[in-house]
């Protein structure tokens, strides 16, 4: 079994090591990393997620927030060795429709200091060390990739694909997310019955923050589908 794990919007897939440290050896772990410097949209990140996908063994994909969508739609494809689907603080679409009225004003939107997104993205649960990584990683990354993801953000909505999805579902959500409200989580759950949510007092960052809780969530899934759910 292969665990496919698809970076938020940063996408470079640092801001796993921690959950990867702990989610053990018990099964292999793939991150998939998209080009930090090419402004791409959904489909084609789709297509390089779509490519790192395992083709000989069974597989879980997690989508973490950005790449919510992404995940649906690998797993809306039917592949007969996908075995299940996480999603972690995701959404289908938009996940804050008042901010589609400013879609025009991305292409003008300055860098966001590192500080100011972290006290986003980790609320109360923000360290020195989580600061670093995410400024470590944001780094690596153009201000115009960043531009397209928010725009691609705004403009996505798969839940007609999530709805054909067969596999279990597990959503994780964060009671302290600022970026996606609870009802993204609920709108998926109502779309595909299969879904579990499993609610962690936790920032948006939910993997970053809770590791150790995040990755026993996951172990215990992956051992369910082995199982047979």
Known sequence: MTLVLLPGMDGTGQLFASFIA???TEYNV???VYPPVEPLGYRELEQIARAALPIDEPYIILGESFSGPIAVSLA???SPNL???ILCCSFLSNPRPIFSAFHSLITILPRVPVSLLARVL???FITRELQVALTQALSLVSLSVIRARLQA???INVSSQLSVVKV???YLRASRDQVVPASASVLIAKLNPRTRIVELVAPH???QALPIKAAQEVNTFVREIRNGF
Do not use: H
């Open 122 to 124: 980790f609320g109360r």
């Open 168 to 170: 279990p579902v597990l």
């Open 205 to 207: 960052c939910l993997l």
């Open 153 to 155: 953000v705004l403009a």
């Open 76 to 78: 809306a494809s039917g």
């Open 83 to 85: 075995k299940g689907l």
């Open 30 to 32: 793939k991150v998939v």
């Open 22 to 24: 702990a989610l053990g």
